[in-house]
């Protein structure tokens, strides 16, 4: 079974500009999470969508935002970039939502966006 | 809120020396607790999970305890090996809150 994949793996953007991330589940997995990695902040909960629905959502200003479609891929949009949005941004999957008790999530490779 | 704590890192250990990195938690209820790695380059990777006080999780010859009198799940491993080497990172999911809380991660070297 494959498993997370992200695209692209690698992006390099200009300050101001607006930049989508793609992201495809495991095959059957319905919750879709994100999450930003950054050297200064570590790991960070972005948001978490479920049957097209966001249900969580972290600490991040509006700029950040999401979607899920009916096949369970997800992307999240970045708009007007800043320097310190460039980070790993990490894509993960799991069957349902995370619920306390058993729930796995999968993570892909993650998406390396640069702002410059 | 949620929290984990890990311990400072970069560790550095010889080939087929003890591993101990300690995690320890605050969270209300009852968490799931999970160990992560990530080799350079890659997303994260599920090393092992417990879901509920005294469980023990593993795989690939790590091991982690859920205590839950010590709010901690500590990583341990007998034997390291060189292609032990990356950053370990300690997370939880607590019931109602939907979401992984990571902690800082420990990076680990292994020297041949």
């Known amino acids: 079974k494959a498993g997370v994949t992200q695209t692209p793996r690698y992006l390099i953007k200009t300050r101001g500009q607006q930049v989508t991330l793609s992201c495809s589940p495991i095959?059957?997995?319905?919750?879709v999470s994100w999450y930003q990695q950054t050297p200064g902040q570590g790991l960070q909960f972005l948001f978490e969508?479920?049957?097209?629905?966001?249900?969580n959502k972290g600490n991040f200003p509006g700029r950040f935002s999401g979607r899920q479609f009916s096949n369970s891929r997800s992307e999240m949009n970045v708009s007007t970039l800043e320097l310190g949005d460039s980070a790993l941004y990490l894509c993960?999957?799991?069957?349902?939502?995370?619920?306390?008790?058993?729930?796995?999530?999968?993570f892909g490779p993650g998406t390396r966006l640069t702002v410059t | 809120g949620d929290s984990v704590t890990q311990m400072e890192g970069p560790v550095t250990l010889s080939e087929e020396a003890f591993l101990t990195i300690n995690c320890t938690y605050t969270?209300?209820?009852?968490?799931?607790l999970f160990w992560y790695v990530q080799y350079p380059g890659e997303g994260l990777q599920l090393l092992l999970k417990?879901?509920?006080?005294?469980d023990k999780g593993s795989n690939k010859g790590f091991e982690a305890t859920y205590r839950k009198e010590t709010t901690s799940f500590h990583l341990e491993k007998g034997s390291v090996q060189v292609s032990d080497s990356a950053v370990y990172f300690c997370?939880?999911?607590?019931?109602?809150?939907?979401?992984?809380?990571f902690g800082t991660g420990t990076r680990l070297t292994i020297i041949p």
């Open positions: 095959s059957g997995h319905r919750s």
């Open positions: 417990a879901t509920k006080a005294d």
């Open positions: 969270a209300t209820g009852y968490p799931s």
């Open positions: 993960a999957s799991s069957l349902v939502p995370l619920a306390g008790q058993g729930s796995e999530q999968y």
């Open positions: 969508y479920f049957s097209e629905t966001q249900r």
């Open positions: 997370a939880l999911v607590n019931f109602g809150n939907e979401k992984l809380t």
